[in-house]
């Protein structure tokens, strides 16, 4: 049995990101700006979403630099965009080329589709094209009755060929009736056929001002026109879908009066013919190569060193973005363990217990001064009853009632007569002081 072919992880989103690259196109989209982050790079990164989905875009500073406009979230915005894989995380994601805001964008987004579309059925395609009559004696024009395209037209027809008859077809040229009014008046042209060739147009404005030249109906019906249609929408810097369905394209109005104005000189209408020879001629070899080219560029783009480059600048900024994430959840984390350890420190601190230790010097002090009075008031207490009964059994009670005691010679108190001799000396102690006596005469007891 032959070994299969293992992928590796890198190898399969590498190949995924080269089929998607190759198969699909530049499209455009339309969605609600979300998540927009500008990285320090100068690259956007945002989502665009509806209400169902939402796809990821990356738009690099080589792009964005030129945008006209700054996403913000919320905001509704058309994007032309190559969709490709971001291979790190194998994610598929839109590399954003242009961005705009909806509106006009969307306007200019309808218009290219609907483009595209007319295009692949053939509409603009050079063979089915109907050459200008060589005589022209009669020239209609689609445009409005009082606007500058019909004067510009009908002065230069009277300077160039004043024999041409001019026939109008009056219609308005902007506005949403607009369309359907042009679109009548070209059916009654051709009913009529009065005319060698039409010319319809306008002169210039803005994208709004000629949206009604890009009517789809108003288009099919210049494409199926019997007659031939010389296009002269305004200035040679704007085009609409009528100048790729119709014969010719003129720059402006004055420039289709003069191509179906006689030409005075067959050399230049000899150059004129070999000039259309040629541009055909490269046309035919420009969209013969064309579908090599595009798939060579398609490629070229899909394997340039400057993709690997955006892949590797994605994956730069996503790294920054994820830092400053982790440098801020340490930030905060080491904030958080600042204020934990600061009141650690303060439920600590030594001026707290030296507070409470204080505290409870203070209450000690109160309890011994209370002690003390205590103790004081109990012993004068004692003291007051121990000399109440002190004085109970003093002498010196019995003293203070007139009484006194007698000492002998050796201090020794004398209780009895016999204990004496006269002649002897005693000394007498009395309340108040005392005296010093000698024995006259003993009486027995």
């Known amino acids: 049995m032959q070994n299969p072919d293992i992928y590796t992880v890198s190898r399969l989103n590498s190949e995924v990101r080269l089929i998607l690259e190759l198969q699909f196109q530049r499209l455009w989209l339309v969605g609600e700006v979300s998540n927009f982050v500008q990285a320090a790079s100068g690259h956007w990164y945002f989502s665009l979403k509806d209400q169902a989905a939402q796809v990821k875009v990356a738009m690099f500073k080589q792009a964005n630099r030129n945008a006209t406009v700054k996403p913000q979230n919320g905001q509704q915005v058309l994007i032309r965009a190559r969709i490709s894989v971001y291979e790190p995380r194998g994610e598929y994601q839109l590399l954003a080329e242009m961005i705009e805001p909806a509106g006009d964008g969307l306007l200019k987004q309808q218009y290219e589709q609907l483009k595209a579309r007319l295009q692949a059925e053939g509409l603009f395609a050079e063979e089915r094209k109907k050459p200008l009559p060589p005589h022209i004696s009669r020239v209609g024009i689609i445009t409005s009755p009082t606007g500058a395209a019909v004067r510009d037209i009908s002065t230069v027809l009277q ?5 041409i008859a001019v026939i109008i077809y009056p219609c308005q040229v902007q506005g949403d009736t607009a369309a359907a009014q042009m679109h009548a008046m070209l059916s009654t042209a051709i009913s009529r056929n009065e005319v060698d060739v039409l010319i319809i147009g306008r002169g210039g404005g803005s994208l709004e001002d000629l949206w009604c030249f890009n009517d789809e109906q108003l288009a099919r019906a210049v494409a199926a026109c019997p007659i031939p249609i010389v296009s002269a929408v305004g200035h040679e810097i704007d085009f609409a879908l009528t100048d790729f369905v119709a014969d010719v394209r003129a720059a402006t109005p004055s420039a289709a009066a003069e191509l179906v104005s006689p030409d005075q000189s067959h050399l230049l209408e000899r150059l004129r013919r070999l000039q259309s020879a040629l541009v055909q001629a490269q046309r035919n070899q420009l969209q013969r190569l064309a579908p090599s080219l595009k798939q060579l560029e398609q490629r070229l783009l899909a394997l340039h060193p400057k993709r690997r480059l955006q892949q590797q600048q994605q994956r730069l ?92 010679d050796k201090q020794q108190v004398v209780t009895s007569s016999s204990q004496l001799k006269a002649g002897e000396k005693v000394a007498i102690k009395l309340a108040e002081g005392g005296f010093d006596a000698e024995v006259i005469k003993l009486n027995e007891p």
Do not use: M, W
């Open 159 to 163: 300077r160039r060929a004043p024999g």
């Open 317 to 408: 900024d996503e790294l920054q973005l994820r830092l400053n994430r982790v440098i801020g959840q340490q930030l905060t984390n080491a904030k958080r363990q600042q204020q934990y350890l600061q009141q650690s420190l303060q439920h600590l601190s030594p001026a707290k217990a030296i507070k409470q230790q204080h505290d409870q010097l203070q209450q000690l002090q109160q309890r011994l001064q209370r002690g003390i009075s205590l103790q004081l008031k109990q012993q004068q207490q004692t003291l007051c009853r121990l000399s109440n009964q002190l004085n109970t059994v003093s002498p010196l009670a019995t003293l203070a009632r007139g009484y006194s005691i007698t000492f002998d």
